[in-house]
C-alpha cells in the first residue's frame, strides 16, 4: 500500500494533535485546574478516544471506497450513528453529576465531540470528491 492511502488518516491525527493544543491552551488559560482534575474523562482521554474512533471510521470508508464507493455515504451515517450512542453511552455520567464544574465538562466534551465529526464529515466529502 502506498502512504498516499493514508492522507485522510493522516489529516484525521494532525487536526486531533491541533484541536488538543488549542483545546488545552485554553483551558490552561481561562478554566481553573481545579475543574479540570476532577472532570469524570480527562480531556487526553476524550481526545484519544474521538481521534480513535475517527480513525477507524476514515480506514473503514476508505475500504468501503475501494469495493463499491456508491456505499460510502450510508456507511458513514452508519458509523457516525454508532458513534453518537457510544459517545451518550460515554455523557452519560457527565450528565448525571451536578456540581460547578459540570456545565464545563459539558461544554468541553460536545466541542471534542463537533469537532471530531466535522473533521470526518470533510474527510468524507474529500473520499465522494475523489472517485478514482
Known amino acids: 500500500m502506498s502512504l498516499k492511502k493514508f ?10 494533535i491541533i484541536g488538543f493544543v488549542v483545546h488545552k491552551a485554553v483551558f490552561y488559560l481561562f478554566v481553573p485546574k481545579v475543574y479540570e482534575n476532577n472532570f469524570v474523562y480527562s480531556i487526553e ?7 480513535g474512533f475517527s480513525a477507524v471510521i ?5 475500504k468501503i471506497k475501494e469495493k463499491s464507493i ?3 455515504g450510508y456507511t458513514f451515517l452508519l ?6 450512542v457510544v459517545a451518550y453511552v460515554f455523557l452519560h455520567p457527565i450528565l448525571s453529576v451536578n456540581l460547578p464544574k459540570t456545565p ?5 466534551f460536545f466541542i471534542i465531540f463537533i469537532f471530531f465529526l466535522i473533521i470526518e464529515t470533510t474527510v ?9
Do not use: H, P
Request: net charge positive; proline share 0%; charged share 15%.
Open 124 to 132: 468524507t466529502i474529500r473520499i465522494l470528491n475523489n472517485k478514482q
Open 45 to 51: 482521554l476524550l481526545y484519544a478516544f474521538f481521534a
Open 104 to 108: 464545563t465538562e459539558k461544554m468541553s
Open 58 to 62: 476514515i480506514f473503514i470508508l476508505m
Open 70 to 72: 456508491d456505499n460510502v
Open 79 to 84: 458509523l457516525t450513528s454508532l458513534k453518537m
Open 7 to 16: 492522507r485522510f488518516l493522516f489529516i484525521v491525527f494532525m487536526a486531533a
